[in-house]
């Protein structure tokens, strides 16, 4: 069976977002001043050959962990859905 899973990959809270925080900033300028908090991250979608959704659940999280997320400085979520 084929899975899509969505990933969204952001930085953690407690670190600082340069790019979140410049746009942010830009907000006012751009007449959106009650816009605030802006974080950046990267959306990620890809398709997993597995036999159940929860073997696509095992290779997507190790695919998170391993490759599309460094997790001292970032945190991840994902939704898996059959294609």
């Known amino acids: 069976m084929k899975f899509k899973a969505e990933i969204d990959v952001m930085p953690l809270d407690a670190l600082l977002d340069p790019q979140g925080k410049a746009v942010s900033n830009s907000m006012s300028t751009i007449g959106l001043p009650e816009i605030s908090g ?12 597995a ?11 190790s695919a998170c962990k391993k490759l599309l997320s460094n997790q001292i ?5 994902y939704q898996i859905e059959e294609a």
């Not at 036999?51 to 999280?61: F, H, L, M, N």
């Not at 400085?73 to 979520?77: F, G, K, L, Q, T």
Request: no cysteine; proline share 0%; glycine share 8%.
């Open 38 to 49: 802006v974080r950046i991250g990267r959306h990620v979608r890809l398709f997993v050959e």
């Open 51 to 61: 036999g159940s959704q929860a073997e696509a659940t095992e290779k997507v999280e």
């Open 73 to 77: 400085m970032e945190s991840y979520a």
